[in-house]
T-cell receptor
Framework: RKEVEQDPGPFNVPEGATVAFNCTYS??????FFWYRQDCRKEPKLLMS???SGNEDGRFTAQLNRASQYISLLIRDSKLSDSATYLC????????????FGAGTRLAVHP | GAGVSQSPRYKVAKRGQDVALRCDPI?????LFWYQQALGQGPEFLTY????????KSGLPSDRFFAERPEGSVSTLKIQRTQQEDSAVYLC???????????FGDGTRLSIL
C-alpha cells in the first residue's frame, strides 16, 4: 500500500463545475501537507499548503483531517486552465522536507 | 533563467550503459533533492543534499545509483549499468533552507532501450 493514496481519475467536468479530490496518508508522523499541480510533461508546482483549520486561495480550498488522515482539495468554478494532474503530498519531515507524493489525480475541464 | 536547470532534457541509452544527469540548483539554495517519476506515478524521493553533504540516500533504488554534489552547488545523478526499469523522468528540486518550499526543474526524461 502506498503511503499517500489518491483516486487517479480522470475527472472530466464542464467549465464552471465544482470538483473535489480526496487523498489519504498512512504515516501518522507526517508533519505537513501540500497540493501540487503538474501539467503534462512539466515539473510539479506548489499549488497550496494544507492546514487543519482549512485554507482557501481564490477558487481553491484545501482541508486536512489528522484524525482520519485525510486531505481534500475543492476547486470551484472550474476553468479550462485547471486541467492538470493534482498531486497530494505529505512531508515526512525529520529536519528537512522529505516529500512523499501520491500518484496524482487527473482533471480534465471541457467547454 | 533563475530557476532549477537540468540537463540533458532527454537521454536515450542502451541497456547496460552508464548515464549522468546534471542539476543546477537556484543560486544560494542549500538543499537539493532528486526524485524519480515513472509514467503515471508521482515523483518518488531518491536522495537529499544539504550543501555538499548527502544526508539521506534512502530512496536510491540500488547501488547502481549514485549522486554527488562536491562543491555544494551543481549535482550529478549517475546510473551505472542501466536497466529498462530505470526509464523515468528524473526531477531535481532545490530549496533555500531544508524546510523551505522546493522548486523543481523540468526534469530529464531517460529512456533505456
Amino acid at each position: 500500500r502506498k503511503e499517500v493514496e489518491q483516486d487517479p481519475g480522470p475527472f472530466n467536468v464542464p467549465e464552471g463545475a465544482t470538483v473535489a479530490f480526496n487523498c489519504t496518508y498512512s504515516n501518522s508522523a507526517s508533519q505537513s501537507f501540500f497540493w501540487y499541480r503538474q501539467d503534462c510533461r512539466k515539473e510539479p508546482k506548489l499549488l497550496m499548503s494544507v492546514y487543519s483549520s482549512g485554507n482557501e486561495d481564490g477558487r481553491f480550498t484545501a482541508q486536512l483531517n489528522r484524525a482520519s488522515q485525510y486531505i481534500s482539495l475543492l476547486i470551484r468554478d472550474s476553468k479550462l486552465s485547471d486541467s492538470a494532474t493534482y498531486l497530494c503530498v505529505a512531508n515526512r519531515g525529520g529536519g528537512y522536507n522529505k516529500l512523499i507524493f501520491g500518484a496524482g489525480t487527473r482533471l480534465a475541464v471541457h467547454p | 533563467g533563475a530557476g532549477v536547470s537540468q540537463s540533458p532534457r532527454y537521454k536515450v541509452a542502451k541497456r547496460g550503459q552508464d548515464v549522468a544527469l546534471r542539476c543546477d540548483p537556484i543560486s544560494g539554495h542549500v538543499s537539493l533533492f532528486w526524485y524519480q517519476q515513472a509514467l503515471g506515478q508521482g515523483p518518488e524521493f531518491l536522495t537529499y543534499f544539504q550543501n555538499e553533504a548527502q544526508l539521506d540516500k534512502s530512496g536510491l533504488p540500488s547501488d547502481r545509483f549514485f549522486a554527488e554534489r562536491p562543491e555544494g552547488s551543481v549535482s550529478t545523478l549517475k546510473i551505472q549499468r542501466t536497466q529498462q526499469e530505470d526509464s523515468a523522468v528524473y526531477l531535481c528540486a532545490s530549496s533555500l533552507a531544508a524546510s523551505g518550499p522546493q522548486h523543481f526543474g523540468d526534469g530529464t526524461r531517460l529512456s533505456i532501450l
